[in-house]
């Protein structure tokens, strides 16, 4: 192989590795999203829903809920439309709660409460890819007894 066939191939390479997405960081933080302005993010508004159901498949209506930052021991206390208690679902973060957690995932425990008592206690790894949430670990299924 002479030395323009390497050039070539060479330039070619860098060619199709600038069209990759988003996750060029330094090793100093990998965990971090670049300031890239490169970066290409859908339009979609993605939410991760727990649902709870008791043991016969019926919805479980708790009377509160909240979900606590494993890392900052911080409460996340939801007031949006998309819990609906009637169906069993609980919002746990939504897009607009990207800042919380990064690209290797936070902890968040998910505490359900119904006449004064914790009947739902479970931890979840979230996660983000710089434009969405996304589950990383853990079940957004739950059932009571």
């Known amino acids: ?6 050039s ?9 590795q600038s069209g990759c997405e988003k996750k060029h ?9 670049s300031n890239d302005s490169r970066t290409l993010c859908t339009e979609d508004y ?3 829903v727990m649902t709870i159901k ?3 498949g019926v919805p479980v209506i708790l009377d509160e809920y909240y979900v606590l930052d494993l890392s900052t021991q911080q409460k996340v206390i939801h007031t949006s439309m998309l819990t609906n208690p009637k169906a069993g679902t609980y919002l746990l973060l939504e897009d607009n709660h990207k800042s ?7 902890d968040f425990q998910f505490v359900g409460i119904k006449q004064e008592k ?13 434009c ?4 990383m670990k853990g079940s957004t299924q739950v059932t009571v007894k």
Do not use: W
């Open 54 to 56: 008791d043991e016969a």
């Open 25 to 33: 960081f330094p090793l100093s933080q990998p965990c971090e999203c």
């Open 8 to 16: 070539v191939l060479a330039l070619l390479f860098l060619i199709t």
């Open 1 to 6: 192989m002479n030395i323009e066939n390497i």
């Open 118 to 130: 914790i009947i739902v206690e479970t931890t979840l790894k979230i996660g983000q890819d710089c």
């Open 46 to 48: 993605r939410t991760i």
């Open 100 to 106: 919380l957690t990064d690209l290797c995932g936070n």
């Open 132 to 135: 969405h949430i996304h589950l």
